[in-house]
């Protein structure tokens, strides 16, 4: 018998490494900018807004039926964010908008009176003070912020007029509409972040209920 002829071996197709493209220049570039872009979001909390609200100390209304006066005892939750913004630079404002209204059952309650305040905040460099200003107020200045917040935001007195005095056995109620914004960034947060907001502490709304 004749033997059967070997088959000819099979030759293995030659291996080939997976070759991927160089990133280009203006890749490296772009995943560069949002390193720094997700790094620069992080100092975020500097900006004393995230972790900033109000803190209600006390709520009154004083005077007579005619002039009344709101008396409200403020405080930030964190001071020493401010007082470390203020130093950098920032200049701040605090609204505060009290409302008196008269509740009414089926209707929506009515406006007797109202007033809006302004007090703004900022550092004196030269002087190394905390100083806030009113607008129909002298400014408080003090070395210490915690000092200068006792004095004045722990301190304060809205003024309300009423010319048609008030009704025995109505019932009222007292709203004080309050909020934080920058008027001036520090200088070295605007320049190292590109999305920044006025508010630190949004508007917060406060409600006193009273029958006179």
């Known amino acids: ?8 071996p099979r030759h293995a197709c030659p291996s080939r490494a997976l070759a991927f493209p160089a990133p280009s220049r203006r890749t490296l570039l772009a995943g560069f900018g949002l390193v720094v872009f997700l790094c620069l979001l992080g100092l ?17 209304l004083g005077g007579t039926d005619k002039h009344l006066e709101v008396n409200l005892r403020l405080a930030a939750s964190e001071e020493h964010n401010l007082a470390y913004m203020l130093r950098d630079g920032a200049k701040m404002e605090m609204t505060c908008h009290v409302q008196f209204l008269r509740k009414r059952t089926f209707w929506s309650n009515e406006l007797v009176a109202e007033n ?18 009113g607008d129909d ?8 912020f915690r000092a200068l917040m006792r004095a004045t935001w722990e301190n304060l007195s809205i003024p309300l007029e009423n010319p048609g005095g008030l009704e025995q056995d109505q019932d009222y109620v007292v709203k004080a509409t ?11 947060l605007t320049r190292s972040i590109l999305f920044w907001s006025e508010e630190i502490i949004p508007a917060t709304t406060f409600e006193l209920d009273l029958t006179y």
Do not use: H
Request: include cysteine.
């Open 44 to 60: 975020a909390p500097l900006t004393c807004r995230a972790e900033q609200n109000f803190v209600l100390k006390g709520f009154s």
């Open 1 to 8: 018998m004749t033997p059967a002829p070997m088959p000819e």
């Open 137 to 144: 107020s002298p400014a408080t200045r003090n070395e210490s």
């Open 116 to 133: 809006t305040i302004y007090t703004r905040l900022a550092y004196d460099l030269l002087l190394r003070e905390f100083v806030l200003s």
């Open 178 to 188: 309050v909020d934080l914004k920058y008027t001036e960034m520090p200088p070295w």
